[in-house]
């Protein structure tokens, strides 16, 4: 396996989780790992992305100014932070990874190579 992604729950609105995604070395190395979520009957949606090279972060401009995406490198792991949670984020958030250095940055997800499993995120009203 290689990207696990964990820490989804079941918050109510304004609450806050924090999303883990533990990669294997090789896939850590990506230029860009990201976060993407997916409700049932639409596609795949970007959330947010952060470069290995130079740390910059990109987000979707539904979740600007209330999620963070960061990474551990001592742990292989990018997190996505999310605060001010909205009934409207209730989704399955996806990591993945991609092996091409895009510019500026891989906003579609067949821009990815890997993924990971899913962590489903239930905000409640």
């Known amino acids: 396996v290689q990207l696990q992604a964990s820490g989804g729950g079941l918050v109510q609105a304004g609450e806050s989780l924090r999303l883990s995604c533990v990669a294997s070395?090789?896939?850590?190395?990506?230029?860009?790992m990201g976060w993407f979520r997916q409700t049932p009957g639409n596609e795949r949606e970007f959330v947010a992305a952060?470069?290995?090279?130079?740390?910059?972060?990109y987000y979707a401009d539904s979740v600007k100014g209330r999620f963070t995406i960061f990474r551990d490198n001592t742990k292989n792991t990018v997190y996505l932070q999310m605060n001010s949670l909205k009934p409207e984020d209730t989704a399955v958030y996806y990591c993945?990874?991609?092996?091409?250095?895009?510019?500026?940055?891989?906003?579609?997800?067949?821009?990815?190579?890997?993924w990971g499993q899913g962590t489903l995120v239930t905000v409640s009203s």
């Open positions: 993945a990874a991609a092996k091409i250095n895009y510019y500026p940055y891989p906003r579609a997800g067949s821009s990815y190579d890997y």
């Open positions: 070395g090789r896939t850590f190395s990506s230029p860009f």
């Open positions: 952060i470069k290995r090279g130079d740390g910059n972060t």
